[in-house]
């Protein structure tokens, strides 16, 4: 549920961000800068976070999990179902042995 409210200690949420040196948007294309900026200016980044006890914020996971392909979010190049998708001890994809998966 998207309140716009600060969480708490130890509560998972979409980190957002406001400043001088967050960009204004996508050049020429305003439906997706309206989507990824609020009218309160903040960048809603996808990245979900959380705060510890001693303030320190910590990156846990993603909104949304994309493989650009040239600069390209939302285009498809091609599709291939895998068994497993490999993954570091820590549980990061490693992109890097996606893309030099022989095909």
């Known amino acids: 549920m998207t309140t716009g409210n600060d969480l708490g200690t130890g509560v998972r949420g979409e980190l957002w961000v406001r400043g001088p040196n967050v960009m204004r948007g996508y050049l020429k294309q305003p439906e997706a800068s309206a989507a990824t900026i609020d009218a309160d200016r903040r960048l809603h980044t996808g990245d979900i976070g959380m705060f510890d006890e001693d303030g320190d914020l910590f990156i846990v996971d993603r909104l ?5 392909y040239k600069g390209f979010h939302e285009r498809l190049h091609a599709l291939e179902f895998i068994e497993a998708i ?5 549980g990061k994809i490693l992109r ?6 022989p095909h």
């Open 96 to 101: 890097r042995l996606l893309r030099e998966r």
């Open 64 to 68: 949304k999990e994309l493989i650009k």
């Open 86 to 90: 490999p993954k570091s001890p820590s």
